[in-house]
């Protein structure tokens, strides 16, 4: 008897802990994110020419989590942000020249900058265009920008770039 009133009342709570997951919906996200051709993006044929090995795109999800995640912080409740991303060059560049033991070492120095080419538009809640563009997000001065040379970070820079034109706020993307 002392059982079933025990697996009676875990039954109960169980059920009560459920209900609020199945009640509530989580709202549509305010922002997306998309790639328009990642493998002709000036980074994909950098790296497939001067550093074959170190092919790969990870890079650009966590690039789209970052964004999206910066981006839901300044899009209004109820307006729509959307983003592709249409050309990505990351700072540095591989000196393969420099021997086999530094040939897969992106070397970053000024000359060269991270670029992000993307086009967005911001929609209100009735899916009208509020404003829509083109942007070219480039910084000729960003090591003087970088918060540290020690940032391990390896989009740091890339990054900077996103938070500078998100920064400008929904009003003026």
């Known amino acids: 008897m002392n059982r079933r009133i025990v697996l009676h009342a875990l039954l109960a709570t169980l059920a ?13 996200p305010n922002v997306s994110v998309s790639y328009d051709h990642p493998e002709q993006f000036t980074e994909t044929r950098k790296v497939l020419a001067l550093a074959p090995s170190l092919a790969h795109d990870d890079y650009l999800q966590t690039l789209k989590r970052y964004i999206d995640d910066r981006a839901s912080k300044i899009v209004p409740a109820g307006d729509h942000l959307d983003i592709v991303v249409t050309d990505v060059e990351r700072a540095g560049t591989f000196e393969p020249w420099r021997g086999p033991e530094l040939r897969n070492v992106r070397v970053i120095k000024s000359m060269y900058p991270p670029h992000i080419d993307l086009r967005f538009r911001l929609l209100d809640t009735h899916g009208q265009v509020i404003r829509e563009g083109a942007r070219k997000l480039r910084d000729p001065f960003f090591r003087a920008d970088a918060a540290s040379e020690w940032d391990i970070d390896s989009l740091r820079y890339e990054k900077l ?8 706020g929904p009003e003026q993307l």
Not at 16 to 28: C, F, K
Not at 161 to 168: F, S, T
Request: avoid cysteine; glycine fraction near 0%; proline fraction near 14%.
């Open 16 to 28: 009560l802990l459920q209900l609020p997951a199945m009640a509530t919906t989580a709202p549509p």
């Open 161 to 168: 770039l996103i938070d500078r034109w998100l920064k400008k």
